[in-house]
């Protein structure tokens, strides 16, 4: 019944900004924490920032200081401000719920970044 969606991805040039966002779907239980992974073709996936309920933030050094995290209060949606985009943010995004210790994927969302 939990539906996690992703949306906002999509082709810009090196030093352009995206905003993602995930909304999760068919849970009256909020989510303990939300995360954002990405996987490009050819490479593992990579966790990129993650928060729990009542925690700070963290980030992937690769994207530490151009991505933001951000959530609604009842942990029901969860953003990723991209700014500053380079060809490495590539790949497609994907939206990690954790509700009662179970965790949700979303369907992905591909970014390119390219001239």
């Known amino acids: 019944q939990v539906q996690v969606v992703e949306s906002g991805g999509g082709l810009v040039q090196p030093g352009a900004s995206l905003r993602l966002s995930c909304e999760i779907l068919?849970?009256?239980?909020?989510?303990?924490?939300l995360s954002w992974y990405r996987q490009a073709p050819g490479k593992e996936r990579e966790l990129v920032a993650g928060?729990?309920?009542?925690?700070?933030?963290k980030y992937a050094d690769s994207v530490k200081g151009r991505f933001t995290i951000s959530r609604d209060h009842a942990m029901k949606k969860v953003y990723l401000q991209m700014n500053n985009l380079i060809p490495e943010d590539t790949a497609v995004y994907y939206c990690n719920a954790k509700i009662r210790g179970v965790a949700f994927w979303g369907q992905g969302t591909q970014v390119t970044v390219s001239a």
């Open positions: 928060m729990a309920s009542g925690g700070m933030p």
């Open positions: 068919g849970s009256i239980y909020s989510a303990t924490a």
